[in-house]
């Protein structure tokens, strides 16, 4: 992998403030759409509530439109590991792994943020899967500090994923081919951001750089393909997979979680 630049963009602190506030959206709409959930409903009922919540605040949808996207969430059940679209037609059940991608813009910010939980109570090897992901996302963000070099990330993702396999009891896989990256005004900004790879790589982080880093693991395969929709991405061998996400600054004082959720 090429990196062009020797140093990551960075934010002031005002600009960092002005994300978190698109940030704290994005955390109440994906708390607002895991306590709804329920069996029965549709990844359209869970979308519709995201929508709500971003709009009722002043701000809008990221996702909605982008290049092409129908909705205002990714809604990712069990073998879907990302860019899920909602429909009437998927109903969530007992037992399912929902994955809730969302993105609010607010005077012109972007705050990106994702979660996995469970309808009704999971399969042991999928809670565990879940609370491994979820640990991965927590210790990989640590290395979001200025000095560091972007890979210094990605290997504490991958070191995070060695990790939570002895601590959870689980054999993990890394999905290949996706990852995190900079965000700003724009979701999707440079660097892409792996989710394993050697340290010491890659632009420095600078104080006010900011990542969306989203581990995403599954449990049977790293290998995956896109259905015909050109947007689904699935895991080669039906297996479960989990996705957590923060948007993250690095700061004089340590990583700052941009997506709280209160």
């Known amino acids: 992998m090429g990196f062009r630049r020797r140093k990551m963009s960075a934010k002031t602190p005002g600009e960092l403030d002005a994300m978190q506030a698109a940030g704290e959206i994005v955390g109440r709409a994906l708390v607002e759409v895991r306590d709804q959930a329920k069996a029965g409903m549709s990844t359209a009922d869970l979308d519709a509530i995201a929508e709500s919540v971003i709009r009722d605040a002043g701000a809008v949808p990221t996702f909605l439109g982008y290049g092409g996207f129908p909705g205002s969430i990714c809604a990712s059940v069990n073998d879907v590991i990302v860019h899920g679209i909602p429909g009437p037609d998927t109903v969530l059940k007992d037992g399912d792994l929902v994955s809730i991608d969302c993105g609010a813009t607010l005077d012109g910010w972007v705050g990106d943020s994702a979660w996995s939980f469970g309808i009704g109570e999971l399969e042991p090897d999928v809670e565990k899967l879940n609370q491994a992901t979820e640990f991965v996302l927590h210790e990989g963000l640590k290395a979001m500090v200025p000095g560091n070099r972007l890979t210094d990330v990605s290997h504490a993702l ?54 969306a ?31 957590w996400e923060h948007t993250v600054a690095a700061t004089a004082s340590g990583p700052r979680i941009l997506t709280p959720r209160g």
């Open 213 to 243: 880093i989203e581990p995403m693991l599954a449990l049977g395969t790293e290998e995956n393909e896109t259905l015909e929709d050109e947007w689904t991405v699935v895991t080669l061998d039906g297996s479960a997979a989990s996705h």
């Open 158 to 211: 991958e070191k995070a994923t060695t990790d939570a396999e002895e601590r959870f009891g689980v054999e993990l896989y890394i999905v290949e081919g996706f990852g995190g990256h900079g965000i700003g005004r724009e979701m999707h900004e440079e660097p892409y951001l792996a989710n394993e790879g050697r340290p010491g790589r890659g632009p420095e982080i600078l104080e006010g750089s900011v990542l």
